[in-house]
Each structure stands twice: as structure tokens, then as C-alpha cells.
């Protein structure tokens, strides 16, 4: 009997150890994700109750300008916040950086939310274009109202918050998000200082967006507008998602109303693809809305 529970011990102390072998192995919790320095973030609700994701990139330290930081917002901030983030924190070396990146975004992980159609677009054509007619199950129409926020309560939450110099409020969107910021230009051309719109979905509802922009010059030449916004343009030579002629032909439309205070100009990426674009397009924008006049 002894050696029996000998036997026994033993064999339950090599069980043991095996255990402890793979647990061990196994680690007690995952390693923590990287946070982005001199970052804030927190969820805003608008007026009608739509939750959006801030995100904020600051300067490190130093006293802010005289008239304030000038601020750059971007949409689809899931996707785009943090390269434009990182390119302007590491451009604190130089006077591109003294300034704020914020990115507009949704709660959650994904790059893109189905939000973004609702926010960024007028409403989809009924009965709808045959290569719109698979997003006619998602709502769409409501760019008014994320205008409204972008301007009204974010804007107010961002001055409470920091240093900020309210004539200077840029705004860069890309693709659907750039169709936005011809919509902002055409609709309420002082609402910002400036506007990216990179490679932008004008194909969207069988170019609607051209009564827009016909309305937009022809109040424009009859000195009907004060101030208008600067307009960059973006557009990749291989799109093949929103094709650069139809951009390449607004800049041509565009160009001749310099003679009435618009200043536009276009940026070509000959080897760049619809959703590379942006990424080609970071340090171009903050020099863009950063270094650009008063």
C-alpha cells in the first residue's frame, strides 16, 4: 500500500507540474494597445441625439499663438485620424505642428461606419442610380444636419476646451467625405477657411452635385458672396473608384473664379489608388491649411 501511494504522489506531482508548465505559457492578459501622445478622445452626441468619436491631436507644450491654434478637421477620423495626427505632432520641429488635427468619427473599431453615407451625402436618387442601387437599404440625406454639428456644437466644444483661432477652421474630407466639402463650399462657402476634398464621389446621384456648384458660381459673379473658402482638390491617376476626369473637369470649371475670390488648386498622385489617396495626401494638406494666407 505504501508503495501505491507513492506511485500515486508521484504521478500527481508530474500532473502538477505539466499544469503549471502551460499555464505559464499562457499569458495572464493581453499586452496593452499603443495610445497616440498628446491625443484626446471622447463621444459627442449632436442635437438630434447622433453619437460621433472626437478625436484631438494637440501640441506637446509651449504657449499657443496669439490668435490661437489653427484647427483641421477630419472625416472618417476611425480612418484617417491617425496619420494626420502623427504627421503633425512630428511637425512640431517645425511651424506646421503649432496647431490641432481633430478627427470626426464614429464609436467603435471599424474605419468606416455606414453612418458616413447619412452624414456625407444628399439623399440617394428614388428609384436610385443602377450603381448606387446596393447602399438604397442604408439612410443617406442628413449632410444639413452633420454641418450643423461640425459648426455649431463642436465647434463651440472645441473652443471651450482649447486655445483655438475661430477664423481659422480647415476641413478635409475624402471621397464621400470629399463630395461633403464641395457641399460646405457650395452651400455655406465661409464656413470654413479652407477645404480638401480628395478624390471626391462627384459621380454621386448622376452628378447632382453640379446644380449645386452652378448655383454656387453664379451667386459667386454677382458679388453675392463674401468670403469664400480655399479649395484644394486631390485626385489619384489610377482611381478607378471615383475617376479623375470628372474631378480633373471641375478643377477646369473651377479655376476661372479666381476672378471673384475663389482659390483653387488641384493635386495629381499619377500612381496613387482611390483609397491611397489619402495617405499620399497628409503633409500636402497640413501645408495646404496650415501655411496657407490668413
Known sequence: ???????????????????????????????????????????????????????????????????????????????????????????????????????????????????????????LLDP????WRDLAKYKSGSRAKFLDFLTGKLRREMARRYRIDPNRQSLYGHSFGGLFGLYVLYARPDAFHSIVAASPSVEWNEQGILAEERDFA????????????????????????????????????????SAYGLRARINRYQEETHIMVPVRSVTDTLRFVFSGPS
Open 1 to 123: 500500500m505504501i508503495g501505491i501511494g507513492k506511485m500515486l504522489a508521484g504521478i500527481m506531482a508530474i500532473w502538477a507540474g505539466a499544469l503549471a508548465a502551460v499555464a505559464s505559457a499562457q499569458p495572464a492578459s493581453p499586452p496593452p494597445g499603443y495610445t497616440m501622445p498628446f491625443t484626446h478622445m471622447w463621444d459627442m452626441a449632436a442635437d438630434d441625439g447622433q453619437l460621433y468619436r472626437i478625436m484631438v491631436s494637440f501640441p506637446s507644450g509651449g504657449e499657443p499663438p496669439d490668435r490661437g491654434y489653427p484647427v483641421l478637421y477630419v472625416l472618417d477620423g476611425n480612418a484617417m485620424f491617425a496619420a494626420f495626427a502623427e504627421a503633425r505632432r512630428m511637425q512640431e520641429y517645425g511651424d506646421l505642428g503649432k496647431s490641432i488635427v481633430v478627427g470626426v468619427g464614429y464609436p467603435g473599431d471599424d474605419a468606416y461606419d455606414v453612418r458616413r453615407l447619412d452624414d456625407l451625402t444628399p439623399a
Open 128 to 131: 436610385p442610380p443602377p450603381q
Open 218 to 257: 453664379e451667386r459667386l459673379e454677382a458679388g453675392k458672396i463674401a468670403r469664400t473658402a480655399r479649395l484644394m482638390l486631390l485626385v489619384g491617376g489610377r482611381d478607378i473608384d471615383d475617376e479623375p476626369e470628372p474631378v480633373e473637369a471641375l478643377y477646369r470649371r473651377l479655376d476661372p473664379l
